[in-house]
């Protein structure tokens, strides 16, 4: 039979311990809150009476309802208080030793059949459970920031939790409104062990002046539709809160990714902690607040020399090439496309024209408009016939000979100073440029599949691109409603740089039996707000495109954890390659 909880006692009244008490409060519990001084206790009450005036403006309370929910509230700063209490949720700082001291005082004044949950986000629950004489009591309820708001819950077992104190648990989140996922204990759980790692890779990739701040957030942001950038993301969560998850991770794991950046530590030494400070990787306009002061895009380039740009060739018959070629004749460019046959380039063209009586329907575009942009595209087969355009598209096969070989036929044809662009996702753009005399004048510009609805391109520089041609490039992107991010010539750029060793992480952590891929897919949409879950995505992306990148980026990096997983490599030899064949992580 489930325990009765009635009243439950919340230990610290920070940030996530308020949320905790007004979540509890809100699904009509009795909450006895304890905070270390008086001080403490009326922060705490303040971060109630905030959120709650919030959800009041907001609709979500009415007046009577905040007063019922406060009511049920009592704050104080003794322990011996929480004496009849049916349920424990710590909330104090993350410090293993506060943690031990405060279960085993619970210890003394509690029932001995009452559970004890740690809100902890990356120590392990085992080693705070011995400090109490009921371990098998003792579970990790993990909340997630802010807890009034979102709905995950990880439940953390030992291997000495007692089975019924798990279902109660999670009928108990469940009670709050909550979807708790079932896990053992680890560092980070799910959500941290997987969000830490790439967070992580972010802070490096901006230590080592890859990418601006503002390039990298915008990279996944518009690249994978995610609700923050990673670096904004870590001012919310606090550096210092950062910098002691992946320190606990690493002590785990050992596995170098999650060392951490030793950016990191210089920031929180210099107190730069991210919002609650006002300064971390951006400047805020005062401690705690949202509003960023100093969000001026970083550019490398000088914007002030650019190349002109009118008429645009596109090399490809495949759906980017299509795509890019409707891009910039919607927005008033010539466009050039060549194909090797005159039945392939006539196909191309119609399927532009399919796309924009799509776009007319929607009323996203006039009938008139959407005729201009159709004139404006000129089927060929030669090269020959790109003589005179200002830049080239190329968007052929991701084989890198068949590039080169596109490459060498351009630097025959195409007049001097225009500008060569691939749209490759995980080639080097200099091996493309190697195949011409003008490396100067080549640069990538990988868009986003479909191009006309993505906003993100990502500009390459190689070591041998003109200043000027970045600079174009990123003019030119802006011109046909883009958003461009620049970066180095380096495998995955910026956003499967960053995504694809998550995605890895996720079937590791699959391979190893630490969660079904149901509940790490849960964790990271719910927990994290991501759109889709790691092996939804993976599915959609095709195992097969997915493994051809990470394998990549371990021949470049070298790093140990990148390394595709086993798992990968077995469901691809399998055949099972995604939705495309019916089969994937999931069953279509």
Same mark, same amino acid.
Request: aromatic share 6%.
């Given at each position: 039979?489930?325990?009765?909880?009635?009243?439950?006692?919340?230990?610290?009244?920070?940030?996530?311990?308020?949320?905790?008490?007004?979540?509890?409060?809100?699904?009509?519990?009795?909450?006895?809150?304890?905070?270390? +001084?008086?001080?403490?206790?009326?922060?705490?009450?303040?971060?109630?009476?905030?959120?709650?005036?919030?959800?009041?403006?907001?609709?979500?309370?009415?007046?009577?309802?905040?007063?019922?929910?406060?009511?049920?509230?009592?704050?104080?700063?003794?322990?011996?208080?929480?004496?009849?209490?049916?349920?424990?949720?710590?909330?104090?700082?993350?410090?293993?030793?506060?943690?031990?001291?405060?279960?085993?005082?619970?210890?003394?004044?509690?029932?001995?059949?009452?559970?004890?949950?740690?809100?902890?986000?990356?120590?392990?629950?085992?080693?705070?459970?011995?400090?109490?004489?009921?371990?098998?009591?003792?579970?990790?309820?993990?909340?997630?920031?802010?807890?009034?708001?979102?709905?995950? #819950?990880?439940?953390?077992?030992? &291997?000495?939790?007692?089975? @019924?104190?798990?279902? @109660? #648990?999670?009928?108990?989140?469940?009670?709050?409104?909550?979807?708790?996922?079932?896990?053992?204990?680890?560092?980070?759980?799910?959500?941290?062990?997987?969000?830490?790692?790439?967070?992580?890779?972010?802070?490096?990739?901006?230590?080592?002046?890859?990418?601006?701040?503002?390039?990298?957030?915008?990279?996944?942001?518009?690249?994978?539709?995610?609700?923050?950038?990673?670096?904004?993301?870590?001012?919310?969560?606090?550096?210092?809160?950062?910098?002691?998850?992946?320190?606990?991770?690493?002590?785990?794991?050992?596995?170098?990714?999650?060392?951490?950046?030793?950016?990191?530590?210089?920031?929180?030494?210099?107190?730069?902690?991210?919002?609650?400070?006002?300064?971390?990787?951006?400047?805020?306009?005062?401690?705690?607040?949202?509003?960023?002061? +100093?969000?001026?895009?970083?550019?490398?380039?000088?914007?002030?020399?650019?190349?002109?740009?009118?008429?645009?060739?596109?090399?490809?018959?495949?759906?980017?090439?299509?795509?890019?070629?409707?891009?910039?004749?919607?927005?008033?460019?010539?466009? #050039?496309?060549?194909?090797?046959?005159?039945?392939?380039?006539?196909?191309?063209?119609?399927?532009?024209?399919?796309?924009?009586?799509?776009?007319?329907?929607?009323?996203?575009?006039?009938?008139?408009?959407?005729?201009?942009?159709?004139?404006?595209?000129?089927?060929?087969?030669?090269?020959?016939?790109?003589?005179?355009?200002?830049?080239?598209?190329?968007?052929?096969?991701?084989?890198?000979?068949?590039?080169?070989?596109?490459?060498?036929?351009?630097?025959?044809?195409?007049?001097?100073?225009?500008?060569?662009?691939?749209?490759?996702?995980?080639?080097?753009?200099?091996?493309?440029?190697?195949?011409?005399?003008?490396?100067? @004048?080549? &640069?990538?510009?990988?868009?986003?599949?479909?191009?006309?609805?993505?906003?993100?391109?990502?500009?390459?520089?190689?070591?041998?691109?003109?200043? +000027?041609?970045?600079?174009?490039?990123?003019?030119?992107?802006?011109?046909?409603?883009?958003?461009?991010?620049?970066?180095?010539?380096?495998?995955?750029?910026?956003?499967?740089?960053?995504?694809?060793?998550?995605?890895?992480?996720?079937?590791?952590?699959?391979?190893?039996?630490?969660?079904?891929? @149901?509940?790490?897919?849960?964790?990271?949409?719910?927990?994290?707000?991501?759109?889709?879950?790691?092996?939804?995505?993976?599915?959609?992306?095709?195992?097969?495109?997915?493994?051809?990148?990470?394998?990549?980026?371990?021949?470049?990096?070298?790093?140990?954890?990148?390394?595709?997983?086993?798992?990968?490599?077995?469901?691809?030899?399998?055949?099972?390659?995604?939705?495309?064949?019916?089969?994937?992580?999931?069953?279509?």
């Amino acid at each position: 039979m489930a325990r009765e909880i009635s009243t439950v006692g919340v230990v610290g009244l920070g940030t996530m311990g308020a949320g905790i008490a007004e979540v509890l409060a809100r699904s009509g519990l009795d909450v006895v809150a304890v905070e270390l +001084d008086d001080a403490g206790v009326e922060r705490g009450l303040g971060h109630l009476r905030h959120s709650t005036e919030r959800a009041l403006a907001g609709g979500k309370l009415d007046e009577a309802g905040r007063e019922a929910l406060l009511g049920r509230i009592r704050a104080t700063t003794s322990l011996a208080d929480l004496s009849e209490v049916d349920f424990v949720i710590e909330a104090i700082p993350e410090n293993l030793a506060a943690k031990a001291e405060v279960f085993a005082h619970l210890d003394q004044v509690t029932r001995p059949d009452v559970v004890f949950a740690s809100n902890t986000s990356s120590l392990s629950i085992t080693e705070i459970g011995v400090h109490t004489a009921r371990p098998g009591k003792v579970v990790g309820m993990h909340f997630f920031n802010p807890a009034p708001v979102l709905k995950l #819950v990880e439940v953390v077992r030992t &291997v000495v939790t007692e089975p @019924d104190v798990v279902s @109660d #648990v999670v009928e108990f989140a469940q009670r709050l409104g909550k979807s708790p996922v079932v896990i053992g204990d680890r560092a980070g759980f799910i959500a941290n062990a997987l969000l830490f790692g790439y967070l992580n890779h972010a802070v490096r990739m901006y230590e080592q002046k890859y990418a601006t701040r503002e390039d990298l957030d915008a990279a996944m942001r518009f690249g994978c539709g995610y609700p923050m950038g990673p670096l904004a993301l870590l001012d919310l969560i606090g550096l210092d809160t950062a910098y002691e998850i992946l320190d606990t991770m690493y002590h785990q794991s050992r596995n170098r990714l999650h060392a951490p950046a030793p950016l990191l530590k210089q920031m929180v030494t210099a107190g730069q902690l991210g919002r609650k400070s006002g300064h971390g990787f951006y400047a805020y306009d005062a401690p705690d607040s949202p509003v960023v002061v +100093d969000s001026v895009a970083s550019s490398e380039v000088d914007s002030s020399v650019t190349r002109e740009v009118r008429s645009v060739g596109v090399i490809g018959t495949g759906t980017m090439a299509t795509g890019i070629a409707e891009v910039f004749a919607k927005r008033g460019f010539d466009v #050039v496309l060549r194909a090797r046959s005159m039945e392939k380039a006539e196909a191309s063209v119609a399927k532009v024209k399919k796309s924009l009586d799509k776009a007319v329907v929607k009323g996203k575009l006039s009938e008139e408009d959407a005729a201009a942009a159709l004139a404006r595209i000129r089927p060929v087969t030669e090269f020959e016939e790109l003589a005179n355009v200002d830049l080239v598209v190329e968007a052929v096969a991701e084989e890198l000979s068949v590039k080169q070989a596109v490459f060498s036929a351009l630097d025959e044809v195409v007049k001097p100073g225009a500008m060569l662009a691939t749209t490759t996702s995980s080639l080097p753009v200099i091996e493309c440029a190697a195949a011409t005399s003008r490396p100067g @004048d080549v &640069v990538g510009l990988h868009f986003f599949n479909p191009a006309p609805v993505m906003k993100l391109v990502e500009v390459v520089s190689t070591i041998a691109t003109a200043p +000027d041609v970045t600079a174009t490039a990123t003019a030119v992107c802006a011109a046909v409603g883009k958003h461009p991010v620049q970066c180095g010539d380096r495998a995955g750029f910026i956003v499967n740089a960053l995504l694809f060793p998550y995605l890895n992480d996720a079937v590791k952590m699959l391979e190893a039996h630490y969660a079904s891929a @149901d509940d790490i897919d849960t964790a990271m949409k719910v927990g994290c707000s991501l759109p889709m879950g790691p092996f939804e995505l993976l599915d959609v992306v095709g195992l097969d495109v997915s493994l051809a990148i990470e394998r990549t980026l371990f021949n470049e990096f070298r790093e140990e954890g990148y390394a595709p997983a086993p798992l990968l490599e077995h469901l691809v030899t399998a055949g099972r390659l995604g939705r495309k064949t019916g089969k994937g992580f999931k069953d279509y």
